[in-house]
């Protein structure tokens, strides 16, 4: 071979692999198809219950099974406190209005049963909000309030408790976003109550925390927990979005955003007293736009294994371009977290947003189980279905069931901040909100010269079931047929 043919062979070859790299690197630039509904397996036994028929200001739930009597579930939603029962695992369910009367509005609801078997709501309640956003800014009366039932949620005591109370005077703080936790351990601080919430001050944000040990009936005065204040802004930089959970020997776990990280701090003795509050996970902003959507965050939840060794951090940011949800497990106590993995299964930088989603270990099962709504089946990216994702490897991989099927719009409407999971030996409850499709209306002549106004769409409360063994599903077939005979 000459000299001129074997430079002829290497500018061949090369320009070859140059054309072939730039094939190789533009297929790995295009996003993934977004897959059909049908490529995601539906939850065994999966119900889904409206709770609110007609659309209205519905957002915001939250759920719980109670750990004494798993046959009964509360399900809470605002605008304003409402809160919904069942007797039968989750089979029917009962609206009942619980909003306080002395207010004009309540809602930021939280549910929990405690050791003795009562439900509990926990809510806001004001007159007036303050400056958009800076909350504490022109604020008029407000406060932190539960409500108790002793009977699995069909009956409300009719007074409710206050935790925290403002009264109107100037420079007063807007009390906002609480979250109720209850000690169900075996410890000598079983059957203690625990509500924290951010303080909205003129000059920043607190993260504050109040106890009960008398099942409610009074509360400690708040305890500022965070390590330092936040912003003052309900926006990135303020802390916000508390969560809790009580592991088997007693302790306290307390997380919140705040400063693009995830706070972690931990009491020992029953809420008295909190350790430091240290930056457990490094996280992308917790506050984001989302098309369609009027507002959302990846606020966190914290949850513990049955027997206490590990701990699990769930909640959603865009590291990755598009939002996932993310969750990462300790076991030491919350020293050291595992690198964070994604919850949905779709692929990587798909441009598909995964977002509001909620955490749930069953207590019974292990099981870790979280619920999201989901855009993968949108071409377009506007519409979501709610997703369950279960894992029953202590969270090292997830299953994703589509819980609903039909992709909705949330524009036009206050979509909330938030839903809510709860599970009990292998059943989970699951409860969001939807926007119906809108029915044409009828064409309407202006009347008096006044132009007709559009009406404005509104939101349904939805509660889904699920059942991974089927065991309260078979005892209603069994009752059913005792029933028949």
């Not at 519905?58 to 509360?74: D, H, I, K, L, S």
């Not at 605008?79 to 930021?108: C, E, I, L, M």
């Not at 400056?131 to 008029?140: E, K, L, R």
């Not at 060794?309 to 371009?321: A, E, P, Q």
Request: charged share 20%.
């Amino acid at each position: 071979m000459s000299f001129r043919q074997v430079v002829h062979r290497i500018s061949a070859i090369a320009s070859f692999l140059f054309f072939t790299s730039i094939g190789v690197f533009a297929q790995t630039q295009e996003l993934p198809k977004a897959p059909s509904a049908a490529e995601l397996p539906k939850p065994p036994h999966a119900q889904i219950f409206a709770l609110t028929p007609a659309p209205g200001f519905f957002t915001e739930p939250g759920v719980a099974v109670n750990p004494r009597n798993p046959e009964q579930v509360v399900a809470v939603f605002q605008d304003n406190a409402h809160a919904a029962y069942s007797q039968d695992t989750g089979h029917t369910w009962n609206v009942v209005d619980v909003a306080p009367k002395n207010f004009r509005v309540s809602g930021d609801v939280s549910t929990t049963f405690d050791n003795q078997g009562h439900a509990f709501i926990c809510y806001i309640a004001f007159d007036k909000l303050g400056t958009f956003n800076y909350w504490a800014h022109g604020a008029t009366r407000n406060g932190i309030f539960i409500r108790r039932s002793l009977d699995g949620g069909k009956t409300w005591e009719a007074d409710h408790i206050p935790v925290a109370e403002q009264k109107s005077e100037a420079g007063i703080p807007f009390e906002d976003k609480p979250y109720i936790v209850a000690d169900n351990s075996k410890s000598k601080y079983a059957g203690n109550l625990y509500v924290g919430w951010t303080r909205w001050r003129i000059a920043d944000s607190q993260m504050v925390l109040s106890r009960s040990t008398d099942d409610g009936k009074t509360w400690s005065e708040p305890v500022e927990i965070d390590a330092k204040p936040g912003l003052p802004r309900d926006d990135n930089g303020a802390a916000e979005g508390f969560d809790g959970v009580v592991g088997p020997d007693g302790k306290l776990y307390a997380i919140w955003s705040q400063d693009d990280d995830i706070m972690l701090t931990t009491s020992r003795d029953g809420g008295k007293t909190f350790s430091h509050a240290r930056a457990a996970i490094h996280i992308a902003p917790s506050v984001f736009a989302i098309e369609a959507v009027e507002r959302a965050n990846g606020f966190p939840q914290i949850a513990i294994s049955p027997n206490g060794k590990r701990l699990y951090i769930t909640w959603s940011d865009y590291r990755n371009g598009d939002l996932d949800v993310f969750i990462s497990t300790s076991d030491d106590g919350g020293k050291h977290w595992s690198e964070a993995s994604r919850v949905n299964n779709d692929p990587v930088h798909d441009g598909v947003e995964q977002f509001f989603q909620w955490l749930a270990v069953d207590p019974v099962d292990g099981s870790v189980n979280v619920v999201f709504y989901d855009r993968r089946f949108d071409p377009q990216g506007r519409k979501q279905i709610v997703v369950l994702a279960r894992s029953t490897d202590r969270g090292e991989n997830f299953a994703n069931y589509a819980w609903t099927s039909d992709p909705f719009d949330a524009s036009g409407v206050f979509f909330g901040d938030y839903t809510g999971l709860a599970a009990f030996d292998g059943r989970v409850y699951g409860v969001w909100m939807e926007k119906p499709p809108q029915p044409a209306e009828p064409e309407k002549k202006p009347e008096d010269g006044k132009e007709a106004k559009p009406k404005r769409p509104g939101t349904v409360v939805k509660v889904g079931t699920a059942d991974f063994n089927n065991k309260a599903v078979g005892q209603l077939h069994v009752a059913q047929i005792s029933a028949s005979q």
